[in-house]
């Protein structure tokens, strides 16, 4: 007769894996409701030296339906691609593209000029440039 044991632990590695891939897929909670796609777009961060860069890639958006915003200490992009209403009638055999709001939100992890950012939106590329605050600027001393 074989001996079974239970074991608790292995059950919750379970468990943890199922949430994990719940929410995986990128669908996440803010501000009281579901927000959308966290990971709907590719984003590159590079700091230079008086800036931190950040680069998305948001092909087949408008400029219009694209929004940045500064919160804090993090950088929120959020873009919207609203449903097409030409599409009564049609009989998909297959449909993948995808409607509805994505944004990444991204922790700068250092203080930058509010008032000085910029962003520009050419060929689905977002660019947004962060120039960095006096304290997080790199500074030099002088050893005596």
Known sequence: ???VRWDPFQELVGLQNTVNRMFGDGVVW????????ACGFPVDVWEEEDAVMV??????FKQE?????LLGG????????REEKEDKGKSYLRRESREGTFYR???????????AVSATYRDGH?????????????KRIEIK
Do not use: H
């Open 30 to 37: 803010r501000e009281g409701e579901w927000a959308g796609q």
């Open 74 to 81: 993090e950088l929120v992009i959020r873009a919207e691609r």
């Open 1 to 3: 007769m074989a001996l």
């Open 126 to 138: 977002l660019t947004i440039r962060l120039p960095k605050s006096e304290e997080a600027l790199p």
């Open 55 to 60: 680069k998305a890639e948001l092909p087949g």
């Open 105 to 115: 939100a991204l922790s700068l992890g250092m203080r930058v000029k509010a008032d």
């Open 65 to 69: 339906d694209i929004n940045v915003d």
